[in-house]
């Protein structure tokens, strides 16, 4: 949006459409289990990385942590080789699919990208199932993720940080709850079906 007003479109010629997604407000944390979702398509020098092994260092405190990486996975012999290294072979899961039915069994959304890629669709059918979205601090993830509202927004992230954040979580499942029903409702306000066809009617 900002470059076309630069280049000298007028903002009221730019109507902006989400992909539409359906909403699922069903949130509840059914076990001791902390499931955190990623999208598999980040690679581990921009991200992925970073989430393994915060994933890794959450489990000295909670124990109880599993990882699944979903939709489209880009680099599997380096996932499976870095999780052989970190321990953490038992406690991940690889899901390829085109579809995004694997977030709506997790707890949390991971989201970490330290490059220029666009925003995956993922991150928008993770709050459109309710989940709490953990990302780092970046001019484009603020558009969705809202801090301390439906997720966390780390600045200077690290595995550090991000473990820290993970742990809070999984300690407040009253917390964690209420950062989902946030996100499904900022989900219903930009991503609904009956939303986005009346935008596409209106053009």
Sequence with gaps: ??????AGVS???????????EIRTSNAKNSQTLTIACDGETSIDHGLGMIMRAVRDSQDILENVRLVMGGTITERNRIEWLAQELGL?????????RGYDWIASCDVFLFMRNNNTPVPLALAHALA??????????????????HHKNG????DANSDMLSQA????????EWLAELGRESARFAQER??????RK???AL
């Design 1 to 6: 949006e900002a470059q076309y007003l630069k």
């Design 11 to 21: 903002d009221r010629k730019l109507v902006l459409v989400y992909p539409p997604c």
């Design 89 to 97: 072979k038992d406690s991940l899961k690889l899901v390829p699919a």
């Design 129 to 146: 199932a309710g989940k709490p979205v953990i990302t780092n601090d970046a001019l484009p993830h603020r558009e969705f993720v809202v």
């Design 152 to 155: 966390i927004l780390l600045k």
């Design 166 to 173: 993970l742990i809070n979580l999984g300690r407040k499942p």
């Design 191 to 196: 991503f609904s079906p009956e939303l986005v």
């Design 199 to 201: 935008k596409i009617e």
